[in-house]
């Protein structure tokens, strides 16, 4: 029987650095003051923003866990602070499952208690703290967040994606 002597540098335990994310961002127009069918981006318009995450192939071996998503906002914009859908806040979250049947699932999870939360996984800045809590006008939105953080959690699965999507004003 032959020994193989390795040294022990080479026994210990390092973490593999991950490949990058690729990270998508898309803005849609909703609707605008005019009432057209193909919305502009006026004052006072409404526009869909969409962060899309995939987690490549080359990472089957490298975990990727514990992300977070800054998303800081353009300055002439108020934040929809108001459910998109009835209580999920103003953050949607959308695994990357296989046309909704599960497959393919991302394994991450998101949670939105409440504007006011200390521990969900939204956290609001307003410029100068991230202990913002967001106050909504008559129409839902607060001019006073300028950047949101999305913390996700467990583990994101190799060669699955996630989306995140928020609404926002034009001033």
């Not at 981006?41 to 995450?53: E, H, N």
């Not at 987690?55 to 998503?69: E, R, Y």
């Amino acid at each position: 029987m032959r020994r193989l002597l390795l040294p022990a540098a080479l026994l210990a335990a390092t973490p593999a650095t991950a490949a990058p994310l690729t990270i998508t961002k898309t803005v849609t127009m909703v609707s605008d003051p005019l009432g057209n069918l193909l919305p502009r981006s006026l004052p006072g318009s409404v526009a869909d923003y969409r962060t899309r995450a995939e987690n490549p192939t080359a990472n089957l071996l490298k975990p990727v866990g514990d992300i977070v998503l800054l998303e800081e906002l353009p300055a002439n914009v108020d934040l929809r602070v108001a459910d998109l859908n009835a209580g999920k806040g103003p953050v949607e979250f959308s695994d990357g499952s296989l046309l909704g049947t599960g497959l393919a699932a991302s394994g991450l999870t998101y949670a939105f208690t409440a504007l006011a939360s200390t521990t969900d996984g939204l956290e609001f800045y307003n410029g100068t703290s991230w202990a913002y809590q967001p106050v909504a006008d008559a129409d839902g939105y607060d001019r006073n967040v300028r950047a949101i953080r999305v913390k996700l959690g467990a583990t994101f699965a190799t060669g699955t994606s996630f989306q995140l999507r928020y609404r926002v004003r034009i001033r």
